[in-house]
């Protein structure tokens, strides 16, 4: 078959090593934009862009994939079917309607739940025990085309969304093989959705990643685990914002107030208060300064059991917070 690849991140790449390792006529790769990165904007190509080139196969980075102009660059391909793995753009009717044999996209849900950008993150999140990946035929609709196969993951625990993504994207690759060796035999499965049943993952917002500390145990380290690599969970201490990277279940159903230090382990973290339990914060990162150790951290910084993580970046409320604290 011949097929035109579209995708962008890491997500990505073990579709498309997949496709070009078993011997897949990939006529061209569709990427995003090369944007700026990190602190000094760096312009920085895509991950699928680098790999493609690797393997010298044609890379095309339309700012808008509906232009005109680009549809019919792609119409000059004669592509068989379109594989789309996280590519980050909506496929107008023109561009759908141009591989003979149509659309196959790899998504990171057990569609219909979690339709959208971020199903791996709020899978995470919303404390679920399983996901998995499906392959769809691609509508116009969001992540609403019939299903044709689909693989269960359970979800381990302690794994971040970076974690998640990884298993995921070898899953993701082995289920495309599977979906194109049934198309080649002509063996087509179509499953509708149940609308009914979609639950949806939108793009993550920063405020998505702040934390309440009125909230469960449970909840925040799932929110701690589920905004990573980005936006990462954040608190504020003393009006400075602190990105919270690991953390612990240290207890539930004890009483502590919410955001309040309950104690100091300097082996292995800051005991906080949340809204049913005890959280044990392991690693985390003041803005501006470099992802550490609470055990690092600590020895940089002096913190006073009773002292109070806040939700916002209010100085003047936490000293309060701090002084009601210390004074009974």
Not at 128 to 137: A, I
Request: hydrophobic share 40%; proline share 6%.
């Amino acid at each position: 078959m011949k097929i035109v690849f579209m995708g962008t991140p890491d997500f990505a790449l073990p579709s498309l090593e997949a496709l070009i390792e078993h011997g897949y006529d990939v006529l061209a790769v569709v990427t995003q934009p090369d944007r700026p990165k990190g602190r000094k904007r760096t312009l920085t190509p895509p991950p699928v862009k680098v790999k493609a080139e690797k393997y010298g196969i044609r890379v095309y980075q339309p700012e808008k994939i509906r232009d005109e102009s680009f549809v019919k660059v792609l119409e000059s391909l004669a592509p068989e079917l379109f594989v789309v793995v996280a590519y980050g753009q909506i496929l107008p009717p023109s561009v759908l309607r141009i591989p003979s044999i149509g659309c196959i996209n790899v998504h990171a849900s057990l569609l219909p739940k979690y339709r959208g950008a971020a199903p791996i993150q709020w899978a995470i999140i919303n404390g679920e025990e399983k996901t998995g990946v499906t392959t769809m035929w691609m509508d116009e609709g969001m992540d609403t085309g019939d299903i044709f196969l689909q693989k269960e993951v359970a979800i381990d625990p302690e794994w971040s969304a970076v974690e998640l993504s990884e298993v995921l994207s070898k899953v993701g690759s082995e289920l495309l093989l599977e979906t194109l060796e049934k198309i080649k035999a002509k063996d087509i499965i179509r499953v509708p959705q149940n609308h009914a049943e979609a639950t949806y993952a939108p793009v993550l917002k920063k405020e998505d990643a702040r934390i309440d500390w009125k909230n469960s145990t449970r909840a925040i380290y799932d929110l701690i685990r589920g905004v990573q690599p980005w936006p990462g969970a954040f608190t504020f201490r003393r009006g400075v914002e602190l990105k919270i990277w690991r953390a612990e279940i240290y207890a539930t159903g004890e009483s502590g107030e919410p955001g309040r230090v309950l104690g100091i382990d300097k082996e292995r973290g800051i005991l906080v208060g949340t809204g049913d339990g005890v959280l044990l914060i392991t690693e985390l990162q003041e803005a501006g300064k470099k992802r550490m150790s609470a055990a690092e951290y600590l020895r940089g910084h002096s913190i006073a059991e009773g002292e109070f993580f806040s939700d916002d970046g209010n100085k003047e409320d936490q000293k309060k917070d701090i002084y009601k604290s210390t004074s009974g």
